[in-house]
T-cell receptor, first 116, second 115 residues
Framework: AAGVIQSPRHLIKEKRETATLKCYPI?????VYWYQQGPGQDPQFLIS???????DKGSIPDRFSAQQFSDYHSELNMSSLELGDSALYFC???????????????FGEGSRLTVL | QKEVEQDPGPLSVPEGAIVSLNCTYS??????FMWYRQYSRKGPELLMY????GNKEDGRFTAQVDKSSKYISLFIRDSQPSDSATYLC???????????????FGKGTKLSVKP
């Protein structure tokens, strides 16, 4: 079965550089969530999109922005990278219960960002 | 104080043991409670999902929610080496999976089941 696809799986950047992470949700899933998981930490909610509109916002820094495109894939853009941005970034997608889905969040395998 | 507290472990048990994992929380608005399993270098995988208080059983796994005590548990019976992973509790005040269904996670408990 198709899963959530994230790219790149690994990314190494220098401080103050920019990075873009991509997420391709499971087909028919219209909701995308971004989470950040630091070393030994729990996943922290960053932002979510429903039907291409931002639906909720968590602890996303102002240096980060995200959007969901017409094909439902999403991109997380990170600028002026800091050492503390080094983390595993997860994307999850869901098909809402109201739409006949289970509502379960399916997570991708994550994109590991290392900032040097 | 974090909204969700979970003992990070590590927890090491022999094969066949009963494992008890717990989380406490402070936000009384939480209504949806989940347990995720995360293997090293993989994304979280949903194990159990419970709405409000009560018990739910699925094979070797049982989830319990006590909203009056703000306490949730996951029990694993007849634990296997393949159960070795980090177990994360997660909660939401909103409709799970809806347009506002972001999750608040615990830190995760690292479990090791020895053969």
């Amino acid at each position: 079965a198709a899963g959530v696809i994230q790219s790149p799986r690994h990314l190494i950047k220098e401080k103050r550089e920019t990075a873009t992470l991509k997420c391709y949700p499971i087909p028919r899933h219209d909701t995308v969530y971004w989470y950040q998981q630091g070393p030994g930490q729990d996943p922290q909610f960053l932002i979510s999109f429903y039907e291409k509109m931002q639906s909720d916002k968590g602890s996303i820094p102002d240096r980060f922005s995200a959007q969901q495109f017409s094909d439902y894939h999403s991109e997380l853009n990170m600028s002026s990278l800091e050492l503390g941005d080094s983390a595993l970034y997860f994307c999850a997608s869901s098909f809402p219960i109201a739409g006949g889905g289970t509502g379960e969040l399916f997570f991708g395998e994550g994109s590991r960002l290392t900032v040097l | 104080q974090k909204e969700v507290e979970q003992d990070p472990g590590p927890l090491s048990v022999p094969e066949g043991a009963i494992v008890s994992l717990n989380c406490t929380y402070s936000n009384s608005a939480f209504q949806y409670f989940m347990w995720y399993r995360q293997y090293s270098r993989k994304g979280p995988e949903l194990l159990m999902y419970t709405y409000s208080s009560g018990n739910k059983e699925d094979g070797r796994f049982t989830a319990q929610v006590d909203k009056s005590s703000k306490y949730i548990s996951l029990f694993i019976r007849d634990s296997q080496p393949s159960d070795s992973a980090t177990y994360l509790c997660a909660m939401s005040a909103h409709v799970y999976g809806g347009s506002q269904g972001n999750l608040i996670f615990g830190k995760g408990t690292k479990l090791s089941v020895k053969p």
